[in-house]
């Protein structure tokens, strides 16, 4: 039996499908779901992860289907084949498609086969982001070279970017087992264990809970490298551990946080003066976010923050409005202070992240640091994102900033150099932006200075 | 910092590349390396599994990597980019592509944009398992279809079946993981566990040691799905439960194994008389495995051993030839005995099954359950293999058969409805084919009825 939920009823998907063909106007629309990757044969499978777009419309967690919805007569069909006995001896009995068509309203269901037949050259559908969906799509209009609708793109975003209270109930789910996983590793971490020991520690409760992980985890004493996915160093007394992990659910919802904190039961005095610098930059994103606000401005307003914090520590100088005009801060900075967040702990990052984070008021950055800021318009209710100020002592741009004498005004590289290896840290939380401000999603865990070391001295006593 | 290992020294990657080259004679040869796979866009990514061929003769275990071989002049070219300092600061330092090509002994590096240059129509392919592979193929050389190179097929799989004593060691390494792996199911799971209770624990012994599964766990309950990948099931007393898994090195040399327990300490009487008539199978193909027999013949061998059992059991009834020659015991095995193992679990298996299992001493039968031996040729010193007898009541085949009245000389279908709903049972361990015989890869775990209700029994005690 396949692993299907559906989380909403009939209903939903009924009128998710609805309001897209109405927004899109007339024309057909192409989805196609996802299939198996092989890993190193075509049989030899990655997890099966279905099309985040799929399932939000069509609602079958099932792999080897594809739709099309007319706009023009309001048809919705799977094209699709049942498991024949040769599959159900390897793979067990399965649904039939037409019992999981009724459970999101689909009654049109045609064989895989006849897809080519209702597919013409000027059918809407996405930009691929696997090499099998741009097989497909080559063949089916028999074309070299694709043109993903780009009113189907904008519909789909304006519709999926406000999340409806039973999708805040997925993300609060999901969020708190995300919250549940990071305090296990900040509860059971010790020194001395190696880091892919701790990654083993996130993923037993990410696997008895029998969930996903919503992105390859970060888990590591090297913050500093943003995306960091090698887990293979010994973690020591003094090190600081920076664990960036989310769980997925069945339902595709997902979390996303990170946590930073001291190996040993305490921060040393240059960590903590850092954590603290960084929890106030939160805070003041906390207090920023809220509906007709660029998020844009509160990422610089965090920005500030930094400056300001950095400036008392030493490590930076001068005017703080015009160091992060400058962009000075992104020396320790150089990342966004969040995304949306849904199906897609990146929500919607295949369909261009660009129309996702961005809109006609508000232009992306061409500077480093900001050009990094996955999301940049006006704040509106029922956004989902994460907050997620850093911190980064990266010896490789420290010594490129340095060497081109960059920032100099705001850069006090003398002071920079006495923490050049303390790595990095990051504080990340997820946030639903509500009528008059926002809520953190799930069930919460603490970030604070103190609660952490409170955690951290516990675990290794 | 990228998870690099270079299991074998400079001179093995040189002296496997030299074969190949003389073996395919003249012409270029083209290795595609593996990207990374998103899951629900393209910088969300699956973990990275390099291509196992690009491996063996590359030796690189990095993502974006092609070369070309020149079978006329010798030389080989590694197509590849040194990081960014823009991916340093997400990625970290990345060892350069002129240090690692020293390690394998290649010293012509060119950038990944150069590749088209040296691509023209004659050279010689692998067929493509991923989309992203059929893309690059079609894309370099201008055509919509492809004909991958038998020639080139027939080298590497010649050269890749007969294991070297340096990856023997590898395989016995991954075989002995592989067994620790189950050990620690069979004597920690209790009754009322969730299936993923068990799959999780597997995985903490994976993760636990930094290493990847060969294959997606099969475990279950539900043991005559042959490959059952469903794990919400709650497991009962009375219940059998089979777990399939292996565990891959980051070599990729991989281990594959199978074991079925009970669920409490002891089988039932009806479980335990077919646990002993598919240990007996087994028993026959340890006996058989040799250099010179068919392994098509082992598997024939197998299944008169079982067709003896069943009809002792009042099962099968008639001739024991005559009911192995018609394909009854199909009914209980409608599998292959066994595969070639080595760096992929089923070795080769994107090179092609036939080519890799079969050759022109033996034809590939169309009988129902024959035709899934993957494995058919005479047996080779050198050659690793799964021994993997297995017994299964499956109640849709059972259905099939009797509806058409299928070998009613041979199935007895009254007794055979009494054990309609028993579930499935494989036992199933990785060998060498050695001068004289074969040998158990790695470390071994106990295989019979009496040494696993003793694990068992101390499990739950």
Redesign the interface.
């Known amino acids: 039996?396949?692993?299907l939920t559906f989380p909403f009823d009939t209903e939903t998907y009924v009128s998710r499908r609805k309001i897209l063909m109405e927004s899109v106007g007339s024309g057909k629309i192409l989805f196609l779901g996802n299939q198996d990757?092989?890993?190193?044969?075509?049989?030899?499978?990655?997890?099966f992860?279905q099309?985040?777009t799929f399932l939000y419309y069509i609602g079958i967690n099932l792999v080897n289907l594809n739709a099309i919805l007319d706009c023009d007569s309001g048809e919705v069909t799977i094209f699709g084949d049942d498991a024949s006995?040769d599959l159900?001896?390897?793979?067990?009995?399965q649904p039939k498609l037409a019992e999981l068509g009724a459970k999101v309203g689909i009654t049109s269901i045609k064989p895989s086969s006849a897809l080519a037949d209702y597919v013409h050259k000027d059918i809407k559908y996405l930009p691929p982001?696997?090499?099998?969906?741009?097989?497909t799509l080559?063949?089916l209009l028999g074309v070299?070279s694709l043109s993903p609708d780009m009113g189907l793109i904008h519909a789909i975003v304006k519709q999926r970017n406000i999340k409806t209270q039973e999708e805040i109930a997925q993300l609060d789910q999901a969020c708190t087992h995300t919250a549940k996983m990071h305090e296990t590793v900040l509860r059971n971490a010790t020194p001395d264990m190696?880091e892919?020991?701790l990654?083993?520690m996130a993923?037993?409760y990410v696997?008895?809970n029998?969930l996903q992980w919503s992105?390859?985890t970060i888990l590591t004493k090297?913050g500093q490298?943003?995306?960091?996915?090698?887990?293979?160093n010994q973690i020591k007394e003094g090190d600081m551990v920076l664990f960036d992990g989310g769980i997925e659910l069945p339902s595709?919802y997902c979390g996303d946080m990170t946590r930073t904190f001291p190996a040993s039961g305490k921060f040393s005095s240059m960590q903590a003066s850092l954590y603290n610098i960084v929890y106030d930059s939160y805070q003041t994103a906390l207090n920023d976010s809220k509906p007709g606000v660029f998020y844009k401005d509160v990422h610089l307003a965090v920005a500030r923050t930094m400056v300001e914090g950095l400036k008392s520590l030493g490590l930076m100088k001068g005017d703080v409005d015009e160091a992060v005009a400058t962009g000075a801060h992104s020396l320790f900075f150089?990342h966004g202070l969040g995304h949306m967040l849904g199906?897609?702990?990146?929500d919607m990052?295949?369909l261009g992240e660009i129309y996702v984070g961005y809109d006609e008021t508000v232009e992306k950055s061409t500077q480093f640091g900001l050009r990094s800021l996955r999301l940049g318009r006006r704040l509106v209710e029922g956004f989902a994102i994460t907050i997620e100020p850093g911190i980064y002592l990266?010896p490789?741009?420290i010594d490129?900033f340095k060497g081109e004498n960059m920032h100099a005004d705001f850069l006090n590289y003398a002071e920079i150099e006495k923490y050049r290896n303390i790595g990095g840290i990051r504080i990340e939380d997820d946030y639903i932006i509500t009528a008059d401000g926002n809520r953190r999603l799930g069930e919460p865990l603490a970030n604070d200075l103190v609660s952490i070391e409170e955690m951290r001295t516990e675990a290794i006593a």
Chains 1, 2 share one sequence.
């Open positions: 039996m396949a692993n990757v092989g890993m190193n044969c075509e049989d030899n499978v990655y997890h992860r099309d985040s006995l159900i001896v390897w793979m067990g009995n982001y696997r090499g099998r969906h741009e097989v080559r063949d070299t190696m892919y020991h990654v083993s993923n037993k696997f008895d029998n992105f390859p090297n490298t943003l995306h960091n996915h090698y887990h293979g595709l150089p199906m897609d702990v990146h990052e295949n990266i490789e741009l490129k």
